[in-house]
T-cell receptor, first 116, second 114 residues
Framework: AQKITQTQPGMFVQEKEAVTLDCTYD???????LFWYKQPSSGEMIFLIY??????QNATEGRYSLNFQKARKSANLVISASQLGDSAMYFCAMSTGGTSYGKLTFGQGTILTVHP | DTGVSQNPRHKITKRGQNVTFRCDPI?????LYWYRQTLGQGPEFLTY????????KSRLLSDRFSAERPKGSFSTLEIQRTEQGDSAMYLC????????????FGQGTRLTVV
């Protein structure tokens, strides 16, 4: 079975500062993908970044980077230069190989609040 | 707009009534997923289609729930004899086969059972 754990129910950050959102995962499948999604109050799930289990380098997308530590089974999201619009719920998710590839298992989420 | 579209956005229904939601995926995506999200929780997988074939169903999907994807295009999720515990956000996502590096989500249908 796959499991995603996000231990930070809420995080606060000052505008323009960097923030790290924690995510640990558990799976016995050697082939998996790790995702981060942002969910603003409107409810839509917005894709941020993806990391494959065989990727050698950490993924980056603009201000988002994924700190992938395979041995520790962690996939933390780093947001640099936080903006007020970054205030939202953030979910870490995982998909595993096989015919179910693409089916996502989500963590409990972390609410990020950016202060001016 | 070429994103995933879900209708209606909001639905309020009385307990015991049937409801149906619709999802229109991104046109070239042959994989479609339904998730349910309750307040303060992450989304939970309900079911998955590849083209018109329903390949996987979660144990969360009781006999009162049925999903279809005729012709491999749009999908519908029906809940019969709704219960208050069915109140949740129902999210649809789609992805292209062979490139499941991301799934695009719709804005969801928020169901309230009174």
């Amino acid at each position: 079975a796959q499991k995603i754990t996000q231990t930070q129910p809420g995080m606060f950050v000052q505008e323009k500062e960097a923030v790290t959102l924690d995510c640990t995962y558990d799976t016995s499948d050697p082939s998996y993908g790790l995702f981060w999604y942002k969910q603003p109050s409107s409810g839509e799930m917005i894709f941020l970044i993806y990391q494959g289990s065989y990727d050698q380098q950490n993924a980056t997308e603009g201000r988002y980077s994924l700190n992938f530590q395979k041995a520790r089974k962690s996939a933390n999201l780093v947001i640099s230069a936080s903006q007020l619009g970054d205030s939202a719920m953030y979910f870490c998710a995982m998909s595993t190989g096989g015919t179910s590839y693409g089916k996502l298992t989500f963590g409990q989420g972390t609410i990020l609040t950016v202060h001016p | 707009d070429t994103g995933v579209s879900q209708n209606p956005r909001h639905k309020i229904t009385k307990r015991g009534q049937n409801v149906t939601f619709r999802c229109d995926p991104i046109s070239e995506h042959n994989r479609l997923y339904w998730y349910r999200q309750t307040l303060g929780q992450g989304p939970e997988f309900l079911t998955y289609f590849q083209n018109e074939a329903q390949l996987e169903k979660s144990r969360l999907l009781s006999d009162r729930f049925s999903a279809e994807r005729p012709k491999g295009s749009f999908s519908t999720l029906e809940i019969q004899r709704t219960e208050q515990g069915d109140s949740a956000m129902y999210l649809c996502a789609s992805s292209p086969q062979g490139r499941s590096t991301e799934a695009f989500f719709g804005q969801g249908t928020r169901l309230t059972v009174v």
